[in-house]
């Protein structure tokens, strides 16, 4: 519970007859209390029960060996409305503090103003377990916010935008100033893995609610869109860069960003909605892919331009239920998109989907030129969550009907059992429905590709709450794992060991192996940071083997920074099935004395 719903419950008789703190203890009851009794725990309890055994007996159709499997299950100190796989092997998980145990109430503090609207970070450890003691909390810095309220909290960075830097750091700009229905922070904050600690950074010029941001081939994070400080319905066209030209790249892990200022770019993007998909693809340029379908650009980062891409296709939503409104013709709502591997190459092409619970459709845009309608999934569905995976398919979890909906209407937690569903796409581009997830995710929900191969599904603080086993704890996040089909096959290749220093663009490395008969290709995976069904630093690319000696293999690294911006990865060996080794981390920058490029 928050400091203000206790404040709402003091008495001023029972301060006076019983002093200050006694009398919070009777208002914290009173909060418990209204709380059980506007959604009882029982209630709680029942859903995660149904919710358990419908999956386990829905999952008996799917053969592990095939569809994979959902594992464990377990709680969570955070709702996971912000993700990133560090490369140190932990997971960042970041979000706001509850200010409502009630699922069918907004949960978030989006027109909060005051210390109540303040966010939350933890770390989970898988090497420690699933316990409580595997999350470390990792709050972000005390600030004041310009709310006129001049009380200090823990940064309230929540729907903010993300991106890694190429020391593995992980850029995070904006978030909730609170009121006018979701109004943008300035807010500039780095996280480092390796200390485990936040910093503050210059404010930007413009404040931003639910922004972009995307590294480039140079190293610099490029940030657009959002909502500015005036509140919802003022979207920023001004596009900056972190760090600014005049600030180095931080290359190392020793290069800790601190006060560090962005800047202008000298081109706007002139989004009108908020969260576009933006990509750094194998031309150098950032690919902005907007809610809109006739807002869709490409940024060219060296004459600081930019040039429109072709409209969009569209099918208008048939469904009035809620009003034909946001997520309806011509808007996509929160949906995923990835950037397609392209082999020994970076991607060339994106693939955009969901966002429109009446179309099933996908659509590659190719190569910058032309949009074209590819093999549709299931059903259509909104805030669902992309990932490619080792092997190179593509995976599919999450996702609803709408905001805060799940198909019986707004606020209303039961969810249809088809966005329970997961889908995987293969090599051919056909699409597969799946195992289902034991809590149907929507909006805020999120999930990663994990160094082990397997997938963390995590997010959506409605449900969360709507399914927590003790609403009077802290825990009331709850995290689900994925085992994919490659890990029910038989035994894994072996990555023994890979270089520790830096890796630099169109050279040879090595690596060690026990298993190198068993070698039938070697890939770079970039870490996820997602949130609201962006995912801007994920991408996908096979090595080549340049020579195999005993249990040494040589491989190349990409060519270029436009084919994988600098940056730490994952590597992975696999056989001929798809079947990966667990990775190892490996960082790419460019050589010294030389800039990365987006040339090729």
Same mark, same amino acid.
């Given at each position: 519970m ?26 914290r ?57 560090? $490369? @140190?092997?932990k &997971?960042?998980? %970041?979000?706001?503090e509850?200010?409502e145990d009630?699922? *069918?109430?907004?949960?978030? /503090? ?10 939350r ?5 898988p ?36 991106a890694f ?9 904006g978030g909730n ?9 300035k ?13 503050r950074?210059?404010?930007m ?6 922004p972009?941001?995307?590294?480039g081939p140079d190293?610099?994070?490029l940030?657009?869109?959002?909502q ?6 003022? $979207? @920023?066209p001004? &596009?900056?860069? %972190?760090p ?7 290359? *190392?892990k020793?290069?800790? /960003? ?5 800047d ?10 908020d ?16 809610r ?7 940024f060219?980062?060296?004459t600081?331009?930019r ?21 309806c ?6 949906g ?11 991607p ?11 179309d099933?459709n ?13 093999e549709?999934?299931a059903f ?13 398919k ?5 996702g ?54 397997r997938?963390?599904?995590t997010?959506?603080?409605?449900q969360?709450?709507a399914?927590?086993?003790d609403?009077k ?15 029910h ?7 023994n060991r ?6 630099h663009?169109?050279?040879?490395f ?26 801007p ?13 005993g ?24 056989d001929?099935?798809?079947?990966p080794?667990?990775a190892?981390w490996?960082?790419l920058?460019?050589a ?9």
């Amino acid at each position: 519970m928050t400091e203000r719903q206790v404040k709402k419950e003091m008495r001023d008789d029972e301060a006076a007859t019983l002093g200050e703190a006694h009398a919070k203890e009777h208002a914290r009851l009173r909060v418990t209390a209204k709380a059980l009794g506007e959604y009882p725990q029982s209630t709680r309890t029942a859903r995660l029960k149904e919710l358990t055994e419908s999956q386990a007996e829905t999952n008996k159709r799917y053969a592990p060996e095939k569809f994979g499997r959902f594992a464990e299950y377990f709680p969570s100190p955070d709702y996971g409305d912000h993700i990133a796989m560090l $490369p @140190t092997g932990k &997971v960042l998980l %970041f979000s706001f503090e509850p200010v409502e145990d009630n699922p *069918q109430k907004e949960t978030a /503090p989006t027109d909060v103003i005051g210390k109540e609207n303040a966010g939350r970070a933890y770390l989970w450890d898988p090497a420690k377990g699933t316990g409580r003691d595997a999350f470390k909390n990792v709050p972000p810095p005390m600030v004041v916010m310009p709310d006129g309220k001049n009380e200090a909290r823990p940064a309230p960075f929540f729907c903010s935008g993300h991106a890694f830097l190429p020391n593995g750091m992980l850029g995070v700009f904006g978030g909730n100033l609170g009121g006018n229905g979701g109004s943008g922070a300035k807010l500039s904050l780095v996280f480092d893995p390796w200390t485990e600690t936040w910093h503050r950074n210059a404010d930007m010029s413009v404040g931003r609610w639910y922004p972009g941001v995307v590294e480039g081939p140079d190293g610099r994070l490029l940030i657009m869109s959002g909502q500015s400080e005036l509140g919802w319905g003022t $979207p @920023t066209p001004v &596009v900056e860069r %972190f760090p600014a030209r005049s600030h180095p790249v931080p290359w *190392q892990k020793s290069d800790v /960003p601190a006060n560090v200022p962005v800047d202008t770019f000298r081109a706007r993007a002139p989004f009108t909605k908020d969260y576009p998909h933006l990509f750094t693809l194998r031309d150098g340029k950032v690919h902005g892919l907007g809610r809109m379908l006739d807002e869709q650009y490409v940024f060219d980062l060296d004459t600081e331009t930019r040039a429109k891409l072709p409209d969009r296709p569209n099918v208008p939503c048939k469904d009035t239920r809620d009003g034909n409104g946001e997520g309806c013709n011509p808007e996509r709502i929160y949906g995923s998109a990835v950037a397609l591997p392209n082999g020994f190459r970076g991607p060339d092409s994106v693939l955009v989907l969901g966002g429109n619970r009446d179309d099933a459709n996908t659509y590659e845009l190719t190569k910058g030129k032309s949009w074209n309608k590819r093999e549709p999934r299931a059903f259509g569905r909104a805030n669902d969550s992309t990932l490619t995976l080792p092997d190179g398919k593509l995976f599919t979890v999450n996702g609803s009907f709408h905001i805060r909906n799940y198909g019986n209407g707004l606020y209303n937690p039961n969810a249809l059992p088809k966005y329970r569903h997961t889908e995987s796409r293969d090599d051919n581009g056909s699409w597969t429905l799946g195992p289902v997830q034991r809590l149907p995710r929507g909006y805020h929900s999120n999930a990663v590709l994990m160094p082990d191969g397997r997938i963390l599904v995590t997010g959506d603080e409605a449900q969360q709450i709507a399914n927590d086993p003790d609403i009077k704890d802290d825990m009331h996040g709850s995290i689900e794992m994925f085992e994919p089909w490659y890990l029910h096959v038989g035994n894994r290749p072996q990555l023994n060991r890979a270089p520790a220093g830096a890796l630099h663009y169109d050279s040879a490395f090595t690596v060690q192996t026990s298993t190198p008969r068993r070698v039938a290709s070697a890939v770079l995976v970039a870490p996820t940071t997602a949130t609201h069904s962006t995912n801007p630093s994920q991408r996908h690319l096979k090595l080549k083997i340049n020579n195999r000696d005993g249990n040494t293999l040589s491989l190349q690294t990409p060519a270029t920074a436009a084919d994988a911006p600098p940056g730490w990865h994952m590597l992975f060996l696999l056989d001929e099935r798809g079947v990966p080794s667990v990775a190892k981390w490996v960082k790419l920058e460019p050589a010294r004395g030389t800039a990365a490029s987006g040339n090729h």
